[in-house]
Each structure stands twice: as C-alpha cells, then as structure tokens.
C-alpha cells in the first residue's frame, strides 16, 4: 500500500511542516510507502493531485477550505480515497463531517480506514463540498488577506465584513429548486451542502451523502428602509446562531437536487470560500463523488 501526503509550506501556520516526520510515522502504520511533496501553489498541489490519484492507493492533503476546493477539482472521476488533515482557519469541511481539527484526531480517522462516497456540488464546470453562496458578508472569505488570518485566525473575516461589507447589496433572485419556484429580491442566499458556515453549525440536520441540497435565503425589499436595512442584521444573526431551520418571516428554506438562480450580472458567487462566477448558476447535487476517510461512529 502506497500513499501521497501533499502540504504547502505555510499549512497550519507551518505547523505542518514542522511535524512532517511524525506524520509520516503515523502513516507508515498502514501504508509501505509514504511520499511527502511540499507545494508552492494551487496549480501544482492540483496536479500532484491528480497524477497521485492514478499513482497511489490514498492521497492525503492539509489545508483550509479553499485547498479542499482545490483537491476536489482534481480528484473529479477519481475513485481513489482522500484523507484530509485540515489546518485552515475555519475548516468548515472538517466540522461538517466532524473531522477533528487537531493533527492526532485527523490521523486517526483516516488510520481507521473507513471511507464514505460524499456528494459534492457541480456548477458549471466547477465543483464545490460544502456552500454556494452569495451576498451579505460572502465576499469576505476571499477577499480577507492570508497574512491577516495567520495573525487573527477567524477574527479577520469579522474585520474584513466590518471594514467592506456591512452594506447589504440588494439583489433579484428567481429560484426553480427541483421545480418548486421562488422569487423575491434577497441580501443573501446559500445552497448549502454541508452543516457548518463560517464555524457555525447553521444546517446541522443535514447528510453531506443524501443526495439533496438546502438553500437559505434573506429575503429583502428592492428598495429598503433604513429600519428594513436593520432588521437584516438581527435576521442574520438569527440564521448563524438558530441555524436554517429556525421560523422567520424573512428566511426561506427550500431543499432539492438541482437548484437553478436568475439573478442580475453582477452577483459574485462564493464557491467554498473562494471567489467563484457571477450571475445566472444552476447547482446540482453529485451523488457519491467524493470519496473521503471519515470518522467512524459519525454521520456524514
């Protein structure tokens, strides 16, 4: 049995680089061969990506969010198993399917051997694991700065939403989930794959294996009031401390298989955290295409 353990330089702070040796110490308990590449970039950790899913009998990364993303374009068609050590700032992925966030508990799931095919998102010709998202606070995520988020962890994204993004854009949103129909104009809306946003367990009834996305949406009058404007603050404080399923006039829940939004041109979607396409999408659940070490005993 063979394995490919790929880190960046700077994953987990340098952490992981660090404890390089012990990881792959650990690893050797259930595979002869353990190959440990360190990457400078996106582009060459999803090639080693690739190439390692063909090559190897497991691929093992670290990272955040955003490199999950990137693996999970890579590892597309593959059947080979995934194992993830996540080190972001967040790691939304990791508490979805509560995968610890410390470097020992990460090594035990995938030392247990137990492997689970996960549904992801498709959109277009990109792949997303746990949220689409548009609107209040999404741009965030990305446009937060990397030296920021290594000195204040999470905090720097409520530092960046402050500075930029406390005024809510008001957008259109026509929305066909699975048939069912939804219009209105909004302030953000989510399809949502995984449980956890921003660290907050706000879809903590869902599977990340059934089959069905749920979409969230704040609901907002094209032309608010400045008490309209307000309100909007406390309903999404609502949505991240009572989760989606919490009974509010202003938010909508709907939940399917393909999700097709009408929106205006300049829309940015967040794709996982990451700046993604604007305008017009349609997300359509993937059945079983991610296959990834897990927790034992854990629902996914």
């Given at each position: 049995m063979r394995c490919l353990f790929l880190y960046h330089g700077g994953s987990g702070r340098g952490r992981v680089g660090k404890r390089l040796g012990y990881i792959k110490r650990r690893l050797h308990r259930n595979y002869e061969v353990v190959d440990a590449v360190k990457?400078?970039?996106?582009?060459?950790?999803?090639?080693?990506?690739?190439?390692?899913?063909?090559?190897?009998?497991?691929?093992?990364?670290?990272?955040?969010?955003?490199?999950?993303?990137?693996?999970?374009?890579?590892?597309?068609?593959?059947?080979?198993p995934l194992g993830y050590l996540p080190t972001g700032t967040v790691n939304d992925v990791a508490r979805s399917l509560k995968i610890p966030r410390n470097l020992n508990g990460a090594l035990d799931v995938i030392l247990s051997g137990r492997t689970e095919k996960l549904d992801c998102m498709k959109v277009g010709s990109k792949r997303a694991m746990y949220i689409v998202a548009a609107g209040a606070l999404t741009s965030a995520t990305y446009n937060t700065p990397q030296p920021l988020k290594r000195v204040m962890g999470a905090a720097a994204y409520a530092v960046e939403a402050i500075r930029h993004n406390l005024d809510f854009q008001v957008f259109p949103l026509k929305i066909d989930c699975d048939?069912?129909?939804?219009?209105?104009?909004?302030?953000?809306?989510?399809?949502?794959?995984?449980?956890?946003?921003?660290?907050?367990?706000?879809?903590?009834?869902?599977?990340?294996?059934?089959?069905?996305?749920?979409?969230?949406?704040?609901?907002?009058?094209?032309?608010?009031?400045?008490?309209?404007?307000?309100?909007?603050?406390?309903?999404?404080?609502?949505?991240?401390?009572?989760?989606?399923?919490?009974?509010?006039?202003?938010?909508?829940?709907?939940?399917?298989?393909?999700?097709?939004?009408?929106?205006?041109e300049n829309v940015v979607w967040?794709?996982?955290?990451?700046?993604?396409?604007?305008?017009?999408i349609v997300v359509a659940a993937e059945r079983g295409d991610v296959r990834l070490f897990v927790p034992r005993g854990k629902k996914v």
């Open positions: 990457t400078a970039s996106a582009e060459e950790l999803m090639a080693r990506v690739k190439q390692g899913l063909k090559e190897y009998d497991a691929v093992i990364f670290s990272g955040g969010d955003g490199t999950f993303n990137d693996v999970l374009q890579a590892a597309e068609g593959s059947t080979t048939g069912r129909k939804f219009e209105s104009s909004a302030v953000l809306v989510f399809v949502l794959n995984g449980r956890s946003v921003a660290g907050f367990p706000i879809n903590r009834a869902a599977s990340m294996k059934d089959g069905k996305l749920e979409v969230v949406v704040i609901r907002q009058a094209s032309r608010p009031t400045l008490m309209q404007k307000l309100t909007k603050y406390f309903s999404l404080a609502t949505l991240f401390l009572f989760g989606c399923r919490v009974r509010k006039k202003d938010i909508v829940t709907l939940s399917g298989k393909r999700i097709q939004i009408e929106t205006a967040d794709f996982d955290g990451e700046e993604g396409v604007k305008g017009n």
